[in-house]
C-alpha cells in the first residue's frame, strides 16, 4: 500500500491497484481514528507508567479510577495495545509467542565496563495530539548512548528490524539484552543478532530491574522532550525525537558520566580485554565483536 500515490499522480488508483495486483477494494479503506476518550485514557496511563513502571494493571486502574469510572479489563487491554507492562514479577509479563526461541538472561551480577559490551533493546508508547506512535531504542549500557532509534504507528515487526540493522551497522555489541516480547523472540530479529555473533541475553521473567537502563532512558525522553512538546503529527514527532536524541548523544551532561555526554564516553574509550571477569560472570560461550584486538578462543561456561 505505501507504493501507491493517492494525490498527485498521473494513474488512477485502479491502473495502480492493476499494476500493484492489488484489491482496488483496500485503496479506498480508511482506518477510524481512536475516540478523544482512547487517546486521553492510554495517554494517562502512559504518565503513570512512566512515573511508575513498578506498576502493574492492579494499581494503574486504581490511579484512573479517581478521575474516571473504568475497570481493569479496560486497562489491561489498553496496555496490551500500547506494548506496556510493569516490570514487577507477575503472570502477564512479556507476553511472547511460546513457539519462539527463548535465550537465558547473561547479565546478572555483570556491569557493563566499556562500550559495546552491552546493549539493551526496548519498545515505548509516545503520544501524540489526537493517537500515538510507538519508539523502538538501542541503548548502550555503558556510555548511555542511544545507538539507533526507529518511530512507528503500529507494532509490527519492520520498524524494530530497521533500528537493529542501523545499530548493527555501526558496531556490534558482546551481549544484546531485551525482554521476552515477541518482537524480540521473533525469528527475523534472532536471526540479525546470530548471524553478528552477539551474545543474546533476555530478562528473566522474575527480575524487576533487568531493563532498567532502559526504563530510565524513557523517563528522561518522556520528561524532557515528549511531554513538553504536543505533537500534532507523526512528521512532529519524527522531528522533535530526531533533535532530542541529538541532544541526548551529544549535548546532555548525564551526572552517572561523571557529566560527559554519552557520546564522549562512547566514542572515547577503548574496550579492555577482560576474559577472566567475563567467565566468571556469562553462563555461555564468550564471542567478542568482530575487529577487536582480544583473543580468545572460547570461554567455558560456568557449571
Known amino acids: 500500500m505505501t507504493l501507491v500515490e493517492r494525490a498527485a499522480s498521473g494513474l488512477p488508483l485502479t491502473t495502480q491497484a492493476e499494476l500493484l495486483s492489488l484489491n482496488r477494494s483496500g485503496l479506498y479503506y480508511r482506518p477510524v481514528p481512536p475516540s478523544a476518550e482512547e487517546v486521553a485514557i492510554k495517554h494517562r496511563i502512559d504518565e503513570i507508567y512512566t512515573q511508575y513502571p513498578f506498576y502493574g494493571s492492579r494499581r494503574i486502574t486504581a490511579v484512573l479510577r479517581r478521575d474516571m469510572p473504568i475497570n481493569r479489563k479496560a486497562v489491561q487491554r489498553h496496555m496490551r ?133 532502559t526504563e530510565r532512558l524513557w523517563r528522561t525522553v518522556k520528561y524532557e522532550e515528549v511531554y513538553l512538546h504536543d505533537y500534532a503529527n507523526p512528521k512532529e514527532a519524527r522531528h522533535g525525537l530526531a533533535r532530542y536524541f541529538e541532544f541526548y548523544n551529544f549535548e546532555r551532561p548525564h551526572q552517572a558520566l561523571d557529566y560527559q555526554t554519552p557520546a564522549q564516553v562512547y566514542f572515547g574509550k577503548e574496550a579492555p580485554c577482560i576474559p577472566i571477569l567475563l567467565r566468571q560472570e556469562l553462563s555461555s560461550p564468550v564471542l567478542y565483536p568482530e575487529g577487536s584486538q582480544c583473543i580468545l578462543n572460547m570461554v567455558s561456561p560456568v557449571s
Open 81 to 213: 495495545e500500547m506494548g506496556i507492562a510493569g516490570i514487577c514479577p507477575g503472570p502477564n509479563l512479556s507476553k511472547r509467542n511460546q513457539e519462539h526461541a527463548v535465550y537465558p538472561y547473561l547479565l546478572r551480577h555483570v556491569t557493563s565496563r566499556y562500550p559495546n559490551h552491552v546493549w539493551g533493546i526496548d519498545i515505548t508508547y509516545v503520544r501524540l495530539r489526537g493517537s500515538w506512535m510507538y519508539l523502538v531504542a538501542i541503548l548502550d549500557w555503558f556510555s548511555r548512548y542511544v545507538v539507533s532509534w526507529e518511530l512507528d504507528q503500529t507494532l509490527e515487526m519492520p520498524f524494530v528490524l530497521s533500528a537493529v540493522d542501523r545499530a548493527l551497522a555501526q558496531a556490534t555489541p558482546l551481549i544484546w539484552n531485551s525482554d521476552q516480547g515477541s518482537h524480540f523472540t521473533s525469528p527475523q530479529y534472532l536471526e540479525r543478532l546470530l548471524a553478528a555473533n552477539v551474545q543474546i541475553s533476555m530478562d528473566g521473567k522474575q527480575r524487576a530491574l533487568d531493563n532498567i537502563f
